[in-house]
């Protein structure tokens, strides 16, 4: 069971509205084998934004969430509204993300709300890295975003990726640790080409720039990278892993939705280094007297779950959502709602899945989960196991 935490993946999609949130996650979905055609928000057949309003709006209103699966990862997508009239329904949700993928227009960069949204960011030290987004527009520039994204977020931006082309030319990238080009074609599949000479002495900058960030996270590689030795591959990502789960920067990545350019990157990127539950820690709580409790993500402690949202669903009622904390849950029984001192019994366990919910067996650490018709639950409500 804690291998099957150790791959789970609680992302949250951040940013202001029309950065392309809704559009990535249609191609992220799509690229994953989830829905046979490519979504789009202009024709209202997108799995994320599906109530009428928003279909009309071609906007988010609400949070919308679904799982897919990418080498062995679990990974749930929180596709959260950037509109300020609507972000209440994002911040429901970020104390319940593990991470949070900073969407940025590359074309008008980082804008109040992403700013709220990285202040959540910082309030509840969640790891993170930006994905700026539509390079394939027209005055979109990649590193005046990213400088850009360096003041907004409030948090040291590092790229790690450079673009090939620019504007409707943008064709891939660099990766800057690798050292290897990628140029995509129309169905965003990815061929490793050579680095463009023009582009050599960039590479090399954006290159060093990167050893120097990362190297300044552990003395010894400080050390080697002052003395000139060479700091391996493998020594430069544990570090820079290590430096994202510690949320000491965000790391920044090349993108065009639209074009399907770095869609599986983001993935990758998703997998290797962005926190499971187990590395999000324990959580802390209050007990009946207000003393902090802590709670550990260990599947075979009593269940514990946070109520973060609750929704109206047309056939299925009042849906409450829920992370669990602790402890697993399984697919029916009884639970106790410590904020309100009363018994709550279940019947189905759900999992949301954009606006349908498919029943399920159990769920562990990590999970976002839903049950149906709780009568006295609200949402940041407690729930535990009533033991």
Not at 88 to 100: G, H, L, N
Not at 325 to 336: D, R
Request: charged share 25%; proline share 4%; glycine share 8%.
């Amino acid at each position: 069971m804690s291998e099957e935490i150790k791959t789970m993946r609680n992302v949250a999609l951040a940013g202001h509205g029309g950065a392309g949130k809704t559009t990535l996650a249609e191609a992220m979905l799509f690229k994953a084998g989830v829905t046979k055609r490519l979504g789009k928000v202009e024709e209202g057949n997108t799995v994320m934004d599906f109530q009428p309003e928003e279909i009309r709006k071609q906007q988010s209103i609400n949070t919308s969430f679904i799982k897919y699966t990418h080498s062995k990862h679990t990974i749930t997508l929180m596709d959260t509204p950037g509109d300020q009239n609507f972000f209440s329904a994002a911040k429901t949700c970020f104390p319940v993300a593990d991470c949070m993928a900073f969407v940025i227009d590359g074309v008008g960069g980082p804008s109040a709300m992403t700013e709220e949204a990285a202040a959540s960011a910082l309030e509840y030290n969640l790891p993170g890295f930006v994905i700026i987004n539509k390079l394939d527009r027209e005055r979109a520039n990649f590193l005046t975003c990213v400088k850009a994204c360096n003041s907004a977020l409030k948090k040291n931006v590092v790229p790690i990726c450079f673009p090939i082309g620019s504007e409707n030319d943008f064709k891939g990238f660099v990766d800057i640790i690798s050292g290897v080009a990628f140029e995509f074609d129309a169905n965003g599949k990815s061929t490793k080409i050579d680095i463009p000479s023009d582009l050599l002495d960039d590479i090399e900058m954006a290159k060093e720039e990167f050893i120097e960030n990362v190297a300044e996270l552990d003395d010894e590689l400080l050390e080697k990278y002052l003395e000139g030795e060479e700091i391996t591959e493998n020594e430069l990502k544990a570090t820079f892993r290590q430096g994202i789960l510690d949320a000491r920067f965000y790391p920044a990545i090349c993108c065009s939705a639209t074009k399907m350019i770095g869609i599986d990157t983001i993935s990758d990127i998703i997998n290797d280094y962005m926190p499971s539950p187990l590395d999000r820690g324990d959580w802390i709580a209050k007990d009946d007297k207000g003393e902090d409790v802590i709670i550990s993500p260990d599947p075979d402690a009593e269940f514990s779950g946070f109520v973060f949202n609750t929704i109206v669903d047309p056939y299925a009622g009042r849906l409450s959502l829920f992370r669990v904390i602790s402890g697993t849950l399984g697919k029916e029984g009884n639970v106790v709602n410590t904020t309100k001192d009363t018994k709550e019994r279940f019947s189905q366990l759900l999992e949301i899945a954009g606006k349908e919910q498919k029943t399920i067996t159990y769920a562990l650490p990590g999970s976002i989960v839903a049950v149906a018709k709780l009568k006295n639950t609200l949402t940041g409500d407690t729930l535990t196991g009533g033991k």
